[in-house]
């Protein structure tokens, strides 16, 4: 069930894995701007700068970007090149692997579901090179769907082991995992073979404003920039994630996620699901029942959950975005309590 504009206004929308309401803050710089950032072609400079500052490189390092999407889109079309190995943990979000195929790579992927990273396969991957250079790796961190996290020392040992190959790091959950993710990318983007992307379409509650950002070696982000047109973000966007650099990820919200997590785990748990340990704002579950017949259940009565109809691995799997906030999932509880009793008649 996709968002539309007919939906009842009390549709729960927990598919997406959108951050939190827009904070006051971010409401009142809107009346300060004026009509030059809609009259004018916008300019990324400023955001850029800022987010240099934020990972303590050079402005020449960044590049911000239409969302994450536009960064893969961009990465896919300016670094890959046809024949080009690109190895990924799997399974993962969906678009890095058809950005790649797009540019005529070969995608490979190694399982991780459940339990921990497949860091040894990684490592031999890498290091088999008689087929060539060893492959783009990138990882996702917290994964999408699972909310898995890589560990550090696994993720700095793979860094490391790259040399000079290139490995992409999507931190788009980054704030919901650490306690600094500001520090961990700024150690991520010190080192000269590493490309991340990030947005602030999920802690900082913009997703509807399609910003996101790359940062990488100045030779690969002036690349990335020259795959694609030249305003990829509206100025008002620029204006507003500018502000909310500023103010930094919503801590209240990532608080009360953390305990959503955990409060969604236990209760699918009681009920016979199996849900996976998750570091992100949403829990990645295997319900007692039929999944689509259960997420159609959950759609009727308002609840919007995101199902995997025709993908043979999660198929059987469910992705619930916490809803961040008490009142709703409260609702969210009632409503998977029918659901479930009535799919299983």
């Known amino acids: 069930m996709?968002?539309?504009t007919d939906a009842p206004a009390d549709t729960l929308w927990l598919d997406k894995n959108e951050g939190p309401p827009l904070r006051p803050e971010l409401l009142r710089s809107l009346r300060r701007l004026d009509g030059e950032c809609l009259r004018r072609y916008p300019s990324r400079a400023r955001l850029q700068v800022a987010l240099a500052r934020h990972f303590r490189v050079d402005p020449a390092c960044v590049l911000v970007t239409a969302g994450a999407d536009d960064g893969f889109l961009r990465w896919s079309r300016a670094v890959l090149a046809p024949g080009q190995g690109v190895l990924l943990h799997e399974p993962t979000f969906g678009l890095i692997r058809t950005t790649a195929q797009a540019a005529g790579a070969r995608v490979e992927g190694l399982p991780w579901l459940?339990?921990?990273?497949?860091?040894?396969?990684?490592?031999?991957?890498?290091?088999?090179?008689?087929?060539?250079?060893?492959p783009f790796v990138l990882l996702v961190r917290p994964n999408n769907p699972t909310g898995r996290c890589v560990e550090l020392r696994t993720m700095r040992d793979l860094v490391e082991r790259a040399g000079g190959q290139l490995v992409g790091v999507d931190l788009a959950y980054g704030e919901y995992a650490e306690p600094d993710a500001q520090e961990l990318g700024s150690e991520l983007a010190a080192r000269d073979n590493t490309l991340l992307f990030g947005t602030f379409s999920k802690a900082h509650g913009l997703a509807g404003l399609r910003v996101g950002y790359a940062v990488g070696p100045p030779e690969v982000v002036r690349a990335m920039e020259a795959a694609a047109g030249p305003y990829p973000v509206a100025g008002l966007a620029l204006e507003l994630a500018q502000v909310a650099l500023e103010l930094g990820p919503d801590k209240a919200h990532i608080e009360q996620v953390a305990k959503e997590r955990e409060s969604l785990a236990a209760l699918l748990s009681g009920l016979g699901a199996q849900t996976l340990p998750s570091f992100a704002n949403f829990v990645l579950t295997r319900p007692p029942v039929d999944a689509i017949e259960l997420q159609r259940a959950l759609a009727a009565r308002g609840v919007v959950v995101r199902g995997f109809a025709g993908d043979a691995l999660l198929a059987p799997w469910l992705r619930i975005t916490c809803p961040g906030n008490a009142e709703h999932l409260v609702r969210f509880e009632r409503c998977l309590a029918l659901s479930l009793a009535e799919v299983a008649q």
């Open 114 to 134: 459940a339990g921990t990273f497949p860091a040894a396969a990684f490592a031999e991957r890498m290091a088999k090179t008689h087929r060539g250079p060893a």
């Open 2 to 4: 996709a968002a539309t």
